[in-house]
């Protein structure tokens, strides 16, 4: 396909691709080997998605729940899921026990996440046996991994399909499968799909949404297992994030997020790989929309033009979540990350030329393989340069199959967990230090619903991302509202409701 028709939105359609390749029977299990892999085959856009008449209610009378791990990448795709199943007649239930499917959408990236999924496994052991007719679904990353899947097929016969991030599209026929098959149905697709279009979804809210822009990563990070559980990057086209954040917009939705891997990778993959992040931002700011965001971004692709539009302010947040994952020049080096410490500071600080009022949190690893205690400190000195004003922070975790879980490592779990308490420790004070200035500060709270603590309290967040509880009449949800902080807490705000925020004041 060349660009032209690209453009002109003539794309493949979905039955001219052969799928024989992946699949031959309903035993299709997972290579990291094949994972690893990143041809320079051309990525497909498929337009056409449609749920094939023969799979039309199947799902009527029946009920399906699933249940999601790790990031919002998975979140999203629990909301394609949950459109098929409604799309093929199921209805949702939040009781496990009352269901006749249950999925877990799993994660992959550190092994708790992965216990938590097998003990969850384990409680549905006499649920099955209760309810033979249940089918219970893997999903995700996990499912990606060969090592995953031959511990369910050896150990969790309860199971009755795993299937892959890359073949999502295909639940109807692998539902079908499980209900005529003796057999777990096992399909996981180790070379990504195509880009599918127009896939149903149930989305979670009507306030927030997530727009995926960009799918897979290319950066191989040393530690990470997410380039072999999700594929190469491919970028959706403009027009279709477009499109979709207009129909959010109309909708109503007041903040959206777009998610991808690495986002600022978006577009590299295009054949002239000169529309970027930064164009797709400076289009997607002119849209109605209060709030926009986008989550993750790499320092290592994070462009000068981007940092551009981003300055421009209006709907694009200032609020930046920039992992780091390490202060240490040499631990970056050994995991891959392309930056030094110098750099990163450099990048902070045109960041903060550019948009001087800028929020900036990230991600954290401690403990990577013989990690020093000098280095540690770097990591510790750099979150204070930075100023950041909150972190997700992590113990490594060696993940099979990627080149760090193959290094020797001198560092004992008992350090590993110190070095953590002592970044928690800093990393707490900030945060705590970072909601003081607020205190008698008026802020735009996107109110989300009742505080989860107090049912008499309204919680939201400002464009920064900060939590705000506070009094006001249950109208207000779903609005963008000014508040006037009166407390400053360790991890939240107290405020008391002055009024809605008039639209335009929103938009300026
Ligand atoms: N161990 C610990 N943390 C990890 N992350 C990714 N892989 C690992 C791993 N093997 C963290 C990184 C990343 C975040 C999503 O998860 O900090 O930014
Ligand atoms: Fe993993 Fe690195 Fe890709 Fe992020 S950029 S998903 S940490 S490999």
């Given at each position: ?6 453009l002109?939105g003539?794309?493949?359609?979905a ?5 024989s390749?992946y ?17 320079k ?21 029946r009920?399906?729940?699933?249940r999601?791990?790790?990031?919002q ?23 496990v ?8 959408n799993t994660c ?10 097998f003990?969850?496994?384990?409680h ?12 219970i ?12 899947v031959?511990?369910?097929?050896k150990t ?13 599209h ?8 499980a ?10 697709w ?27 990563c ?6 990470c297992?997410?380039p072999y559980?999700?594929?190469k ?10 499109q ?6 109309a909708?109503g ?9 690495n986002?600022?990778?978006y577009?590299k ?8 992040l930064?164009d ?28 551009e539009?981003?300055?421009k302010?209006?709907?694009l ?5 920039l ?11 050994i ?17 903060k ?14 403990g ?8 540690f ?7 204070k340069e ?12 060696p993940?099979?199959?990627?080149p760090a ?27 705590a ?9 008026v ?9 989860k603590?107090?049912?008499?309290v ?7 991302s ?20 009166t ?14 925020l008039?639209?335009?004041?929103v938009?300026?």
């Amino acid at each position: 396909m060349n660009e032209e028709q690209r453009l002109a939105g003539q794309v493949p359609l979905a039955k001219e691709k052969d799928y024989s390749q992946y699949f031959q029977s309903v035993y299709t299990p997972p290579s990291l080997k094949e994972a690893k892999k990143r041809g320079k085959e051309e990525i497909f856009y498929h337009v056409d998605f449609a749920i094939d008449e023969q799979y039309r209610g199947m799902g009527v009378g029946r009920k399906f729940y699933i249940r999601t791990f790790g990031c919002q990448m998975n979140e999203h795709d629990t909301e394609v899921i949950a459109g098929i199943l409604v799309g093929l007649g199921y209805e949702s239930t939040n009781d496990v026990k009352d269901a006749d499917v249950v999925l877990l959408n799993t994660c992959a990236i550190r092994e708790n996440a992965e216990n938590k999924v097998f003990g969850e496994l384990g409680h549905y052991k006499s649920l099955k046996i209760d309810r033979p007719d249940m089918l219970i679904g893997v999903c995700g990353c996990m499912s990606q991994e060969e090592s995953v899947v031959n511990k369910i097929l050896k150990t969790y016969d309860q199971v009755d399909m795993v299937f892959g991030t890359h073949n999502i599209h295909r639940l109807p026929s692998i539902l079908n499968e499980a209900y005529l098959s003796k057999e777990m149905v096992v399909e996981v697709w180790s070379k990504e799909g195509d880009i599918i279009e127009n896939l149903p979804r149930v989305r979670k809210g009507s306030i927030k949404g997530w727009v995926n822009i960009m799918y897979g990563c290319d950066k191989f990070c040393t530690y990470c297992i997410v380039p072999y559980t999700r594929g190469k990057e491919r970028s959706r086209r403009p027009e279709d994030i477009i499109q979709e954040v207009r129909q959010l917009a109309a909708a109503g939705y007041q903040e959206i997020t777009l998610l991808g891997q690495n986002v600022n990778a978006y577009g590299k993959d295009f054949e002239d790989g000169e529309y970027r992040l930064g164009d797709l931002m400076d289009e997607l700011r002119k849209i109605d929309i209060p709030r926009i965001r986008f989550t993750t971004s790499h320092p290592r692709d994070f462009d000068d033009q981007l940092i551009e539009v981003l300055a421009k302010g209006g709907n694009l947040v200032d609020h930046i979540h920039l992992p780091v994952q390490s202060g240490s020049t040499e631990i970056l080096k050994i995991m891959s990350r392309k930056y030094s410490r110098e750099s990163f500071l450099e990048l902070v600080s045109k960041i903060k030329r550019a948009i001087p009022n800028v929020t900036l949190t990230t991600d954290i690893i401690v403990g990577f393989p013989n990690e020093t205690e000098e280095q540690f400190e770097e990591t510790i000195s750099l979150y204070k340069e930075v100023g950041f004003d909150m972190a997700f922070t992590y113990i490594y975790s060696p993940r099979e199959g990627t080149p760090a879980a193959r290094m020797q490592d001198n560092v004992s779990m008992e350090v590993k967990k110190d070095r953590l308490q002592r970044l928690n420790t800093v990393v707490n004070g900030l945060s705590a230090e970072a909601l003081k200035p607020y205190k008698g500060k008026v802020v735009n709270v996107l109110v989300e619903g009742e505080s989860k603590r107090n049912k008499e309290v309204l919680s939201g967040y400002t464009e920064k991302s900060k939590l705000v509880n506070f009094r006001a009449p249950a109208c207000v949800i779903g609005k963008i509202v000014q508040v006037r902080i009166t407390d400053a807490k360790s991890w939240s705000l107290d405020g008391e409701y002055i009024g809605i925020l008039e639209e335009e004041k929103v938009m300026s």
